[in-house]
Nanobody, 114 residues
Framework: QVQLVESGGGLVQPGGSLRLSCVVS????????MKWYRQAPGKEREKVAT???????YYPDSVEGRFTISRDNAENTLYLQMNNLKPEDTAVYYC????????WGQGTQVTVSS
């Protein structure tokens, strides 16, 4: 079965950095486009980064230039490097396929606060 395990979140001051990881299993990771999503309290889940199977990446304006998505197909791992973090980046971060599987991981909490 599909398993998605996110890690790497934490408390960071504005302007700080974090690197999130997502180890996946139960599906053929290299042939799936993947996304990072986030959900802040009281808000809907939103997409923050996409990586295609060939490595092309896409970001919304809100994180463009600050977030970098990458993947290691040999390790079945998805990454999100987040720099220059802002308080509005505070959320639980999840990974999933670009067309999401029905199951989600537990997510990893990112809190940006001074």
């Amino acid at each position: 079965q599909v398993q998605l395990v996110e890690s790497g979140g934490g408390l960071v001051q504005p302007g700080g950095s974090l690197r999130l990881s997502c180890v996946v299993s139960g599906f053929n990771f290299p042939v799936f486009a993947m996304k990072w999503y986030r959900q802040a309290p009281g808000k809907e889940r939103e997409k923050v980064a996409t990586i295609a199977t060939g490595g092309s990446t896409y970001y919304p304006d809100s994180v463009e230039g600050r977030f970098t998505i990458s993947r290691d197909n040999a390790e079945n791992t998805l990454y999100l490097q987040m720099n220059n973090l802002k308080p509005e980046d505070t959320a639980v971060y999840y990974c999933n396929a670009a067309v999401p599987f029905s199951s989600w991981g537990q997510g990893t909490q990112v809190t940006v606060s001074s």
